[in-house]
C-alpha cells in the first residue's frame, strides 16, 4: 500500500506566484491535515479536515487554502506566495481526529522554496 | 494554548543507551506518541503510550509517562548509529478536539 502521497517533492516558487499541493491516502481514512515544519518549531498545523465535507483552520492556516476534494484527497494551495512560506509541507491521515492507537500516518513531504 | 517541549539536540555514543524527555500540558490527553523523522522523509510512529500506562517496552524502546508532572521519555537501548533521527513527541489533546499536538523535535546524533 502506498499510505499517504504528496505531490510534487520539491518547487521553487516566485514570490507572488500560486501552486497547489496535492495529497491522496488509500487507507480509507477520514481525517486529513497539512502540516509544515520549521526548525526549532516543530510541526505547525494550517489546515485540518476531520471527515469528508468538513474543513477547519488550525494554528497558522493564513496564506492558505485547502480544498477536500473526496475522501481520499485533501490539497493545499498557496495564492500569492512568500517568502515566510518556504518550510517542508506534510499531508497526514488518520481514522480519526483523535488518532488513537495508529496516530496520524505522514507524506514524505512537498520541499518549497519561495524566492 | 497546549504546548509540548522537547530539547532540540542530543549526542550518545553507539552502544549506549539515550533517553529523550518531552513535557506536555494538555491533562486531558487520552494518547502520547513517540515519532521518528530520518533526514528527507516523513513521520513515521514509532510507539504510543496510552494516558492510564505508566510504561510501555517495544523491544529496544521504553517509554516512560509521569502524569503528575506530565513528563514522557523515549529510551532506546543499545543505541545504534541508524538510530539518529528527529524525534518528536505528540500528544492527543482533548482540549484541542483529539488533534495531535507536536514537540519541537529532538535531533539525535549517534557517534561510532
Known sequence: ?115 | GEDVEQSLFLSVREGDSSVINCTYTDSSSTYLYWYKQEPGAGLQLLTYIFSNMDMKQDQRLTVLLNKKDKHLSLRIADTQTGDSAIYFCAESSYNQGGKLIFGQGTELSVKP
Not at chain 1, 11 to 23: A, D, H, I, Y
Not at chain 1, 76 to 105: I, N, W
Open chain 1, 1 to 115: 500500500n502506498a499510505g499517504v502521497t504528496q505531490t510534487p517533492k520539491f518547487q521553487v516558487l516566485k514570490t507572488g506566484q500560486s501552486m497547489t499541493l496535492q495529497c491522496a491516502q488509500d487507507m480509507n481514512h477520514n481525517s486529513m491535515y497539512w502540516y509544515r515544519q520549521d526548525p526549532g518549531m516543530g510541526l505547525r498545523l494550517i489546515y485540518y479536515s476531520a471527515s469528508e465535507g468538513t474543513t477547519d483552520k488550525g494554528e497558522v492556516p493564513n496564506g492558505y487554502n485547502v480544498s477536500r476534494l473526496n475522501k481520499r484527497e485533501f490539497s493545499l494551495r498557496l495564492e500569492s506566495a512568500a517568502p515566510s512560506q518556504t518550510s517542508v509541507y506534510f499531508c497526514a491521515s488518520s481514522e480519526a481526529v483523535g488518532g488513537g492507537f495508529d496516530g496520524y500516518t505522514f507524506g514524505s513531504g512537498t520541499r518549497l522554496t519561495v524566492v
